[in-house]
T-cell receptor
Framework: DQQVKQNSPSLSVQEGRISILNCDYT??????FLWYKKYPAEGPTFLIS?????DKNEDGRFTVFLNKSAKHLSLHIVPSQPGDSAVYFC????????????FGTGTRLTVIP | NAGVMQNPRHLVRRRGQEARLRCSPM?????VYWYRQLPEEGLKFMVY????????ESGMPKERFSAEFPKEGPSILRIQQVVRGDSAAYFC????????????FGDGTRLSIL
């Protein structure tokens, strides 16, 4: 039962262009969402998050958009850089007493110089 | 290095042996989470612990797996009588409080079963 889904296993983007990574969820109790970036042989590194009371959060080149009615969120990276090449995981939690994160299966982003 | 420390980074065991994975949380964090990642999959929650307490073990297999976080020392994830299907990357995360986000992850232990 995959409650967080990332339907694109991979994405290739030219350096300088926008990268858009998508994530869908099924559990309406989720109210906090995070994006993690992962390099090979390393642990996930927190990137950006958003609470369900917002529909957008921005941090430098990274912006996360949340559409609660569609149960969909997306991560925009602009401009994309070769160092952004990694696997990106979407994660969700229900803050009301829950502590564990539910992860998607990841999207491998390749930024082509 | 004040980050989450996991050791060993790689662990090889034969079927039937025991595997012990260790995790020291970030300085100031008293909440530890264990996740497992199978090849080509996302991370799956296993267990959440505070010092000397298991708070949520809903993701732990019912047999052979156990976890502890003693008053002193690192958190330990123990897998007894390992089988080939236990081969995976095991990640530990920590946070300063219950439900506090984000969780900060270690670099994982890659367990291989021969």
């Amino acid at each position: 039962d995959q409650q967080v889904k990332q339907n694109s296993p991979s994405l290739s983007v030219q350096e300088g262009r926008i990268s858009i990574l998508n994530c869908d969820y099924t559990n309406s109790m989720f109210d906090y969402f995070l994006w993690y970036k992962k390099y090979p042989a390393e642990g996930p590194t927190f990137l950006i998050s958003i609470s369900s009371i917002k529909d957008k959060n921005e941090d430098g080149r990274f912006t996360v958009f949340l559409n609660k009615s569609a149960k969909h969120l997306s991560l925009h990276i602009v401009p994309s850089q070769p160092g952004d090449s990694a696997v990106y995981f979407c994660a969700a939690s229900a803050q009301a007493g829950a502590n564990n994160l539910f992860f998607g299966t990841g999207t491998r982003l390749t930024v082509i110089p | 290095n004040a980050g989450v420390m996991q050791n060993p980074r790689h662990l090889v065991r034969r079927r039937g042996q025991e595997a012990r994975l260790r995790c020291s949380p970030m300085k100031g964090h008293s909440h530890v989470y264990w996740y497992r990642q199978l090849p080509e999959e996302g991370l799956k929650f296993m267990v959440y612990l505070q010092k000397e307490n298991i708070i949520d073990e809903s993701g732990m297999p019912k047999e052979r797996f156990s976890a502890e976080f003693p008053k002193e020392g690192p958190s330990i994830l123990r897998i007894q009588q390992v089988v080939r299907g236990d081969s995976a990357a095991y990640f530990c995360a920590s946070s300063p409080g219950q439900g506090s986000q984000p969780q900060h992850f270690g670099d994982g232990t890659r367990l291989s079963i021969l």
